[in-house]
Protein backbone atom coordinates (compact mmCIF):
# COMPACT_ATOMS: atom_id res chain seq x y z
CA UNK A 1 0.00 0.00 0.00
CA UNK A 2 1.23 3.04 -0.77
CA UNK A 3 1.79 5.95 2.02
CA UNK A 4 0.20 9.56 0.64
CA UNK A 5 1.05 12.43 3.15
CA UNK A 6 -1.84 14.74 3.54
CA UNK A 7 -1.27 18.67 4.38
CA UNK A 8 -0.57 18.59 7.59
CA UNK A 9 2.94 15.96 6.70
CA UNK A 10 1.17 13.37 8.44
CA UNK A 11 0.96 9.93 6.87
CA UNK A 12 -2.93 8.94 5.33
CA UNK A 13 -4.48 5.69 3.97
CA UNK A 14 -5.81 5.61 0.25
CA UNK A 15 -9.57 5.80 0.23
CA UNK A 16 -10.04 1.89 -0.81
CA UNK A 17 -8.01 0.90 2.48
CA UNK A 18 -10.37 3.76 4.71
CA UNK A 19 -13.40 2.24 3.35
CA UNK A 20 -12.35 -1.32 4.47
CA UNK A 21 -11.08 -0.09 8.07
CA UNK A 22 -14.95 1.70 8.47
CA UNK A 23 -16.56 -1.61 7.34
CA UNK A 24 -14.14 -3.67 9.70
CA UNK A 25 -15.41 -1.10 12.19
CA UNK A 26 -18.97 -1.39 11.67
CA UNK A 27 -18.74 -4.86 11.60
CA UNK A 28 -16.28 -5.46 14.91
CA UNK A 29 -19.22 -2.62 16.45
CA UNK A 30 -22.02 -5.21 15.31
CA UNK A 31 -20.59 -8.55 16.97
CA UNK A 32 -19.84 -6.23 19.90
CA UNK A 33 -23.13 -5.61 20.71
CA UNK A 34 -24.47 -8.67 20.03
CA UNK A 35 -21.47 -9.94 22.24
CA UNK A 36 -22.77 -7.47 25.09
CA UNK A 37 -26.55 -8.35 25.09
CA UNK A 38 -25.57 -12.53 25.35
CA UNK A 39 -23.19 -11.68 28.10
CA UNK A 40 -25.92 -9.41 29.88
CA UNK A 41 -29.15 -12.28 28.98
CA UNK A 42 -26.67 -14.89 30.60
CA UNK A 43 -25.53 -13.15 33.32
CA UNK A 44 -29.31 -12.09 34.34
CA UNK A 45 -30.49 -15.38 33.84
CA UNK A 46 -27.33 -16.51 36.31
CA UNK A 47 -28.81 -13.60 38.94
CA UNK A 48 -32.35 -14.86 38.56
CA UNK A 49 -31.07 -18.45 39.22
CA UNK A 50 -29.76 -17.69 42.06
CA UNK A 51 -32.93 -15.84 43.48
CA UNK A 52 -32.16 -12.02 42.79
CA UNK A 53 -35.04 -10.42 40.96
CA UNK A 54 -34.62 -8.64 37.92
CA UNK A 55 -36.91 -5.61 36.84
CA UNK A 56 -36.08 -4.00 33.87
CA UNK A 57 -37.57 -0.14 33.70
CA UNK A 58 -38.79 1.19 30.41
CA UNK A 59 -35.55 2.99 28.65
CA UNK A 60 -37.74 4.73 25.88
CA UNK A 61 -36.83 8.09 27.66
CA UNK A 62 -33.54 7.76 28.26
CA UNK A 63 -33.21 6.16 24.47
CA UNK A 64 -35.20 9.32 23.01
CA UNK A 65 -32.87 11.55 25.19
CA UNK A 66 -29.21 10.48 24.26
CA UNK A 67 -30.17 10.61 20.87
CA UNK A 68 -30.53 14.67 20.83
CA UNK A 69 -26.76 14.29 22.51
CA UNK A 70 -25.53 12.09 18.94
CA UNK A 71 -25.24 14.97 16.72
CA UNK A 72 -22.89 16.79 19.52
CA UNK A 73 -20.96 14.13 19.87
CA UNK A 74 -20.39 13.40 16.84
CA UNK A 75 -20.17 16.92 15.56
CA UNK A 76 -16.37 16.05 13.89
CA UNK A 77 -16.71 12.42 13.18
CA UNK A 78 -16.50 11.81 9.30
CA UNK A 79 -20.01 10.32 8.19
CA UNK A 80 -21.49 10.08 11.53
CA UNK A 81 -24.57 10.62 9.79
CA UNK A 82 -24.12 7.30 7.85
CA UNK A 83 -22.47 5.08 10.51
CA UNK A 84 -25.44 6.27 13.00
CA UNK A 85 -28.02 4.90 10.09
CA UNK A 86 -26.48 1.84 9.79
CA UNK A 87 -26.42 1.32 13.39
CA UNK A 88 -29.97 2.07 13.39
CA UNK A 89 -30.71 -0.45 10.62
CA UNK A 90 -29.14 -2.78 11.81
CA UNK A 91 -30.92 -2.38 15.39
CA UNK A 92 -34.01 -3.24 13.21
CA UNK A 93 -32.90 -5.76 11.63
CA UNK A 94 -32.61 -7.56 14.29
Not at 64 to 72: T, V
Request: proline share 5%.
Amino acid sequence: VGKEVNQGGHYTMPPSVCQASAEISFEATMVAIVEQRRAMAAGFETMAAAGIQISEPDQGQFVEAAKRAWPIILTDVPNADTYLSDLEAAKKAQ
